[in-house]
């Protein structure tokens, strides 16, 4: 592990924290950890996944086949490496038990906890590891008296992984083992920011939320890093954000008492409390929308999302607020799955110039760059004339044809200012391995045909201003 920390106790009664014990700049890592405490993947992406790199080298080279372990079947690898590496950090303690389940498959919690249960009977943790785990907060009192369906789902798993494993522990102390995985994890991410499964490293859950928080984090494999989003002091407390702060205030402090039982008192919420008191019932129905949409086809999906969109607008709602956030990126992430790439482009560009900037105003924020890959990658599509889904007609897609934009220029444009963030950058070294590998192949194609677009500046900024064109007719 290498950090810039020290954990101590933290103000404003929100117990432990890390502190910065020398002063952090932009982009500079505040804590790197290579080796989890546990780390597992969500049950639907064992299929498509690596179990021991995580995606790692899956990003790297899209050819590979995975292969499942010849003893449960139920986790699957990239290599023999990935294989023995994992086998040697805990599958060798669970692969007969995996068997033993056939066809079944526990649930992703009961796995973790069934992994750490049996990694500390083989005394597989150092002393320090265990004890910072062991001082971790369960909230057990506060799941029993106020969400009976979690308090249920981690007694069962409780059981589950105590009649599996064979271990002495009690069902109690398992029990206050799933308690604190569900209180101090962090959703493990590859390296553009989907989420994979859970992972939890005692030391990194020190860190307290914020909804003005100075830090960010991201996986590359198993491997977890926090950077610095903005300038840390020496001796100032390290803080991420536990939900998504462009939220409203009522609903950042329902997502933070649902799932991790206290309220935040940070600048930002105490200036909004005042005036933000509940939702209106506009904010609400949209939310409600965007509650059921993924579980519609495409088409019906992504009706409802513009009619949502609409809504707030014709409400008085501004683009850069929620729900009208969070409407736009899944309405992207519909038109993709619908094979629409023209309108998932027209929507990705207003969000990159439109949205983003004033949401978050540094051009590091990763879910900034995230954004700017995926418009990168649909220009890429676009200027590679790859053919829309059967599915789709022409008048379900919104006509580029009409602002003639050059796609290359804009591929090779978004990618550069990647690139040449990524000192400074938020993201972790996986997205950046991504983005300057398509940016050199990008680039040497240009050269390839005698055409440098470092002396194109003219004829960039003429293809953006095409692209606000555009932008104005999908906003309104």
């Not at 009690?170 to 995985?181: C, D, P, R």
């Not at 519909?334 to 105003?361: M, W």
Request: hydrophobic share 35%.
């Amino acid at each position: 592990m290498s950090t810039k920390t020290t954990p101590r106790l933290a103000p404003g009664g929100l117990g432990r924290g890390l502190f910065a014990s020398t002063d952090i700049a932009v982009g500079e890592s505040v804590l790197d950890i290579p080796i989890p405490f546990v780390a597992v993947l969500d049950t639907q992406r064992l299929e498509d996944t690596c179990s021991g790199c995580f995606g790692q080298k899956q990003l790297e080279n899209e050819e590979i086949s995975l292969k499942a372990c010849t003893g449960c079947q139920v986790v699957k690898y990239c290599d023999k490496t990935c294989q023995a590496k994992d086998w040697k950090f805990a599958h060798a303690l669970e692969c007969s038990i995996f068997q033993q389940l056939k066809p079944r498959v526990l649930p992703i919690n009961a796995r973790a906890v069934l992994r750490m249960v049996l990694r500390s009977g083989r005394r597989k943790y150092s002393s320090e590891e265990l004890d910072h785990f062991l001082q971790l907060e369960t909230h057990i009192k506060d799941i029993r008296d106020q969400n009976a369906p979690q308090w249920e789902r981690i007694s069962l798993s409780s059981k589950a992984v105590k009649t599996y494993s064979g271990t002495d522990m009690s069902e109690e102390v398992i029990s206050a083992f799933g308690a604190k995985l569900e209180l101090n994890s962090f959703n493990l991410t590859n390296a553009l920011y989907d989420r994979i499964g859970v992972y939890l490293h005692p030391y990194a859950a020190l860190i307290n939320h914020s909804c003005t928080y100075n830090s960010v984090a991201s996986f590359d494999g198993p491997n977890l890093h926090i950077k610095a989003l903005r300038p840390i002091p020496k001796d100032s407390q390290i803080f991420i954000s536990y939900i998504d702060p462009t939220n409203p205030y009522p609903r950042r402090q329902s997502d933070l008492q649902d799932r991790y039982y206290f309220t935040c008192h940070c600048s930002k919420c105490e200036k909004e409390a005042t005036t933000s008191s509940s939702l209106t019932p506009a904010q609400q129905k949209a939310y409600d929308i965007l509650s059921f949409t993924s579980d519609l086809p495409p088409t019906e999906a992504t009706q409802s999302l513009l009619s949502a969109i609409t809504l707030l607008q014709t409400s008085g709602e501004q683009i850069t607020t929620q729900p009208s956030i969070s409407l736009r990126d899944e309405l992207i992430a519909t038109l993709l799955t619908s094979g629409k790439f023209k309108s998932a482009f027209a929507h990705a560009a207003a969000r990159h110039l439109r949205i983003d900037p004033v949401v978050y105003p540094s051009e590091t924020h990763p879910i900034r760059q995230v954004h700017a890959w995926t418009l990168a990658k649909l220009a890429i599509h676009l200027s590679q004339g790859i053919e829309q889904h059967e599915t789709t007609t022409p008048e379900e897609e919104i006509a580029l044809e009409q602002f003639e934009v050059n796609f290359s220029l804009i591929v090779w444009s978004v990618l550069g200012m990647l690139v040449g963030a990524e000192e400074k950058g938020g993201t972790g070294p996986g997205f950046k391995r991504l983005v300057r590998r398509a940016f050199g192949e990008v680039n040497g194609e240009f050269l390839a045909g005698g055409l440098d677009p470092r002396r194109l500046g003219e004829g960039v900024k003429a293809e953006w201003g095409k692209v606000d064109r555009l932008v104005d007719v999908v906003v309104g």
